[in-house]
């Protein structure tokens, strides 16, 4: 198997990144790994590999975690194969007496979920509430779970004694060995279920299609986590479920960008609103708003509209909008419309395309030296 890459090496930040920078790393370059947007064969890969390292550092309490052990889980105990004395568990239990192993019977928590939701560009902004229906596995309503059939109840393992192991014993010349491994009469659950149950099969879960509602709220991003709490796998003998984890991926639009809390877009402006000056009409999120455009203006200049872009996820207030002005000019202009432009270089000393020699011709020349 692949070694993990340190996951500050997959955002390209260095250990001293702010919360601000890994968010910024991460939308970068799950837009760039998306396999929507980016066909290679590695991109989904990529992608996958960008959210874990984000779903790490980006908590709190993973980031601290994995900065003191890095990609190795302090919790988990040393593993066991076949043959060898069984783990972490056992080892403590011959030096100090203890019980390290885990209890087959315990109550387990469910799996977490995902779910992917695309939303429209203003949705993500202003906020929605919906349905989603998701597969998941539930706690079997016949026999609530047990496995066993309704009247009856799962019975201790006669061989384990519910504890769902079985110690081999073997003789060698280095003396006797005692090993520790799954109970092969029930596998390690420490239970058997004798009439097992018609609708799960002894299972004591099923598969069912649950309806969820979603809140999804304003200003929301591209990338996003939303958690819901209890909504995942359901537990086993009683522990708790899962939960659902639903990322959010967010539609472009037309003509508004998004960049965080600010939007963008372009507006264009004929020759004469940009040498003369206007008022002009701009689309924002929600209205339309008058735009002063001074006289002589050039192309590629922004101006804000404040307090028009996307309301802030945490804290009062909205981003702003900026707007970036573009002179277009014309393809198709009548004689008239020609001569008063010839005027106009006239008079401001210019040089017209049909005097002496065109633009490109002397870029020609330039390129081979003339």
């Not at 996958?48 to 190795?72: I, N, P, W």
């Not at 504890?163 to 003789?171: A, K, L, M, P, R």
Request: some cysteine.
């Amino acid at each position: 198997m692949a070694e993990k890459r340190d996951y500050y090496e997959v955002l390209g930040l260095g250990k001293d990144a702010s919360d601000d920078d890994i968010k910024k790393a991460y939308r970068k370059m799950a837009r760039q790994y998306h396999p929507d947007v980016n066909k290679a064969a590695d991109a989904e890969t990529k992608f996958k590999e960008v959210k874990e390292a984000y779903d790490v550092l980006s908590d709190g309490q993973k980031r601290t975690r994995y900065d003191q052990y890095g990609h190795v889980d302090p919790n988990q105990g040393m593993g066991g194969g076949a043959g060898d004395f069984g783990g972490f568990g056992d080892i403590f239990d011959m030096f100090f007496g203890g019980n390290g192993r885990r209890d087959p019977n315990a109550p387990q928590r469910g799996n977490d979920l995902q779910y992917t939701m695309t939303v429209e560009f203003k949705e993500a902004i202003f906020g929605k509430e919906t349905d989603i229906t998701i597969p998941r596995t539930e706690n079997c309503d016949t026999c609530h779970g047990s496995g066993a059939k309704p009247g009856t109840q799962p019975q201790t393992c006669s061989v384990c004694r519910g504890t769902g192991q079985e110690e081999v014993v073997q003789n060698t010349p280095f003396g006797r060995m005692v090993n520790r491994r799954a109970c092969s009469n029930c596998n390690g659950n420490g239970k058997i279920i004798k009439e097992r149950c018609s609708t799960c099969h002894g299972n004591g879960k099923v598969k069912k299609q649950r309806k969820i509602h979603v809140r999804i709220p304003a200003g929301v991003d591209d990338g996003a986590q939303l958690r819901m709490t209890g909504e995942g796998e359901g537990g086993v003998r009683g522990g708790p479920a899962g939960d659902l984890y639903i990322v959010i991926r967010v539609k472009s639009h037309d003509f508004f960008e998004r960049e965080g809390e600010d939007i963008y877009c372009e507006v264009p402006l004929t020759f004469a609103q940009a040498a003369l000056g206007d008022e002009i009409e701009i689309p924002t999120l929600t209205e339309k708003v008058k735009l002063k455009i001074p006289a002589g203006t050039q192309t590629g200049t922004f101006f804000r509209l404040k307090g028009k872009g996307v309301p802030r996820l945490r804290g009062a207030g909205q981003g702003d909008q900026h707007v970036k002005v573009v002179i277009v000019t014309p393809s198709k202009l009548s004689d008239e419309q020609k001569d008063l432009l010839r005027q106009f270089a006239s008079l401001d000393g210019e040089q017209t395309h049909e005097q002496e020699q065109s633009f490109f011709d002397r870029v020609k020349k330039a390129f081979r030296g003339d």
